[in-house]
């Protein structure tokens, strides 16, 4: 089967740095992306690696590892409007785009 | 710049009444276009995706259908629908090896 796993919850305070893992395991894997939705609206996308490593953008850091299988979405400076659920989602095949997603982790920013 | 349109925002439909959602994306052409719907809490489950007009592809058995008439328009149909159709229902579009981006969603509740 295909599955991700991530936290379901994590609580963090304002001005502190927040990891949030997800492990993977599918058929095909062309990539790892991050998406962030806050409560009634949609995803938006935040990061995207197909490379092992640290891709930087603002506050927010992602991570791949492939041969774990393993990513992470690392945010700093949590500021109140972190506050959202979200999502891993693999890249499962290169041609049609398809992407299967995680059940999503809520972070909760406590002033 | 690309924009993606969905409609209606919210739905309330009797059990076994027909369905029909649209979905719309300017600004580019051939895109790839999805449909996933999201239960409350819960991550996005993709239900078709189409990589050009008249292609259709489904990711699971259901009580739904997609087609895609034009090559920016998306449609999602049932034609009688269950309570278990309730849902958040999603569009999103992508050019291939780029991040897939998110309609602003349908809540549709069956009553």
């Known amino acids: 089967g295909q599955s991700l796993e991530q936290p379901s919850e994590v609580t963090a305070v304002e001005g502190a740095i927040v990891q949030i893992n997800c492990t993977y395991q599918t058929s095909g894997f062309y990539g790892l992306s991050w998406y962030q939705q806050h409560d009634g609206g949609a995803p938006t996308f935040l990061s995207y690696?197909?490379?092992?490593g640290l891709e930087e953008t603002g506050r927010f850091s992602s991570f791949l590892s492939r041969s774990d299988s393993y990513g992470y979405l690392l945010l700093q400076e949590l500021q109140m409007k972190d506050s959202a659920s979200y999502f891993c989602?693999?890249?499962?095949?290169?041609?049609?785009?398809?992407?299967?997603f995680g059940q999503g982790t809520t972070l909760q920013v406590k002033p | 710049s690309q924009t993606i349109h969905q409609w209606p925002a919210t739905l309330v439909q009797p059990v076994g009444s027909p369905l029909s959602l649209e979905c719309t994306v300017e600004g580019t052409s051939n895109p790839n276009l999805y449909w996933y719907r999201q239960a409350a809490g819960r991550g996005l489950q993709l239900l078709f995706y189409?990589?050009?007009?008249?292609?259709i592809s489904s990711e699971v058995p259901q009580n739904l259908s997609a087609s895609r008439p034009q090559d920016r328009q998306f449609i999602l149909s049932s034609k009688k629908l269950l309570l278990s159709d309730s849902g958040f229902y999603l569009c999103?579009?992508?050019?291939?090896?780029?991040?897939?981006?998110f309609g602003d969603g349908t809540r549709l509740s069956i009553l």
């Open positions: 989602a693999v890249k499962a095949s290169g041609n049609t785009g398809k992407l299967i």
């Open positions: 690696n197909a490379l092992d």
């Open positions: 999103a579009w992508a050019r291939s090896n780029q991040p897939q981006h």
């Open positions: 189409s990589v050009g007009i008249g292609q």
